[in-house]
């Protein structure tokens, strides 16, 4: 017999839900994905591990940041695939920061990181700046693709075509 959901849960758990809604009519809407061509933000990530990482010492590699939260479903799911992606790539230089968006119960991210093994860093963004530096990210998840020289190369918003995703990170690792 399980416990009953308290409201905090059951309110993370609505805005998952409401989260899947938005992505579903964005993607109808073809804004799945687009194109930038700004600077990634200078940031610093501060992982579940005690390990900060600012954004300048990522220079000269493909960066791979994924917003995301526990409670949403979408990013539940599509975290094997970016698991995958990230062991397929990383030793041609791939890093990859798993952020957990500000509402997100640290002990739960703790927890799924460490009972699915994820592969690379998770970070914490507590305070919610590092989502603001990113355009003020809300919808989970959300990944950008960062180039070598520090550009913003492509954001997804929503679970990405990952064929696509590895053809884009291929070229990005060889330029």
Same mark, same amino acid.
């Given at each position: 017999?399980?416990?009953?959901?308290?409201?905090?849960?059951?309110?993370?758990?609505?805005?998952?839900?409401?989260?899947?809604?938005?992505?579903?009519?964005?993607?109808?809407?073809?804004?799945?994905?687009?194109?930038?061509?700004?600077?990634?933000?200078?940031?610093? @990530? *501060?992982?579940?591990?005690? /390990?900060? !990482?600012?954004? =300048?010492?990522?220079?000269?590699?493909?960066?791979? +940041?994924?917003?995301?939260?526990?409670?949403?479903?979408?990013?539940?799911?599509?975290?094997?695939?970016?698991?995958?992606?990230?062991?397929? @790539? *990383?030793?041609?230089?791939? /890093?990859? !920061?798993?952020? =957990?968006?500000?509402?997100?119960?640290?002990?739960? +991210?703790?927890?799924?990181?460490?009972?699915?093994?994820?592969?690379?860093?998770?970070?914490?963004?507590?305070?919610?700046?590092?989502?603001?530096?990113?355009?003020?990210?809300?919808?989970?998840?959300?990944?950008?693709?960062?180039?070598?020289?520090?550009?913003?190369?492509?954001?997804?918003?929503?679970?990405?075509?990952?064929?696509?995703?590895?053809?884009?990170?291929?070229?990005?690792?060889?330029?």
């Amino acid at each position: 017999m399980s416990a009953p959901l308290s409201s905090a849960r059951r309110k993370r758990l609505t805005m998952g839900a409401a989260t899947a809604i938005i992505i579903g009519v964005l993607t109808a809407l073809g804004a799945f994905s687009s194109v930038k061509s700004q600077p990634a933000p200078q940031v610093t @990530y *501060k992982t579940i591990t005690g /390990e900060v !990482i600012p954004s =300048a010492s990522l220079r000269g590699k493909v960066v791979m +940041v994924n917003f995301w939260a526990t409670s949403c479903t979408t990013c539940v799911h599509e975290m094997p695939a970016m698991a995958e992606t990230y062991n397929k @790539y *990383k030793s041609q230089g791939l /890093e990859f !920061i798993a952020v =957990a968006m500000s509402y997100d119960v640290p002990n739960y +991210v703790v927890n799924f990181a460490e009972t699915r093994q994820l592969p690379f860093k998770v970070a914490l963004d507590l305070t919610g700046e590092v989502a603001k530096a990113y355009g003020d990210v809300k919808l989970t998840p959300t990944t950008y693709v960062i180039g070598k020289d520090g550009n913003v190369i492509k954001r997804y918003v929503g679970e990405p075509e990952f064929a696509e995703l590895h053809a884009l990170l291929e070229k990005a690792l060889k330029a």
